[in-house]
């Protein structure tokens, strides 16, 4: 077995890993509600975690590898020591989490998550999908409550909607997870109950079978989303409050709409004017609570 202490010793392709960045995701990404001081912050965690996570999602690289890129940028998050330009957005965070005082524990957290991923580990039971939830969605909330300064009061909350997000990705790219990465995050048990085969991601369209696995997945979700409906009255700082009130506000619209269309079809997203629905929604809801 490799050592995966060791930094791979092919030299990157210039922005190798790139794939997403912050206008492509479901949620604000340090938005105009944050402070402008913190913003910078939030972003070099984004970019941090964005980085790790399209080093797990990239299928042009085999397993040790992707092991060993996640570790190099442990490494140089920790130490402030990167021999590779890649390794850049380890540096720029190590640097704001020493300037705001914010623990690296967050984000060496999402990183257990990305090896999971990087070794094509699934998920069996809605348990082992929380658990994966955990480390891959939770610790980017956790890190904003502690850079708001909040306590750990709002935790359990935040930790739901940032589930509840996860798992509503997972249903926007369930056909393409499998498809480019062997990937399923939907229960595999859930399968063997329904009696049908996990290979019915490759088709272009949801059976009965199939939809109501999703609709068993939006169950659970939707449950998550009301534990977490509370989180906008537990945060203190204003801009917080409201940012975590439209990203509620988010979620809700999407897990609606993954109700009603189908994500077998075509990737299931908000439109432009459900993102302004949900974005009013989210700032009156931040207003009254």
Request: proline share 6%; charged share 25%.
């Amino acid at each position: 077995m490799a050592d995966f202490n060791v930094v791979p010793t092919t030299t990157p392709k210039p922005g190798p890993f790139a794939r997403k960045d912050a206008r492509s995701e479901n949620f604000p990404v340090a938005s105009r509600l944050i402070p402008r001081h913190l913003r910078p912050h939030v972003m070099a965690f984004y970019k941090f975690v964005r980085l790790a996570d399209d080093i797990a999602d990239d299928p042009d690289l085999e397993a040790e590898s992707k092991l060993a890129y996640l570790d190099a940028l442990e490494r140089a998050l920790t130490s402030g020591q990167a021999k590779h330009a890649y390794l850049k957005p380890a540096l720029d965070l190590r640097a704001s989490l020493q300037a705001t005082g914010v623990s690296d524990r967050h984000a060496r957290q999402a990183l257990r998550a990305f090896r999971r991923d990087s070794v094509g580990a699934r998920c069996h039971t809605w348990s082992d999908l929380l658990l994966y939830c955990r480390f891959s969605a939770n610790p980017v909330g956790r890190y904003l409550l502690e850079l708001h300064g909040e306590g750990p009061e709002a935790g359990p909350a935040a930790d739901a909607l940032c589930s509840a997000l996860q798992v509503l990705n997972h249903l926007q790219d369930v056909r393409d997870d499998w498809a480019a990465l062997g990937r399923c995050y939907v229960p595999l048990a859930w399968f063997d109950e329904a009696g049908v085969s996990v290979e019915r991601l490759v088709e272009s369209e949801s059976d009965p079978k199939l939809r109501a696995i999703f609709d068993r997945l939006l169950d659970h979700t939707d449950r998550l989303i009301e534990r977490a409906s509370a989180l906008p009255g537990m945060i203190k700082h204003r801009g917080l409050r409201m940012e975590a009130a439209v990203i509620l506000s988010v979620a809700e619209s999407l897990a609606y709409r993954l109700r009603v269309r189908d994500p077998m079809k075509t990737r299931v997203e908000l439109a432009a004017h459900q993102k302004v629905f949900a974005l009013a929604r989210g700032i009156a809801r931040g207003i009254t609570q």
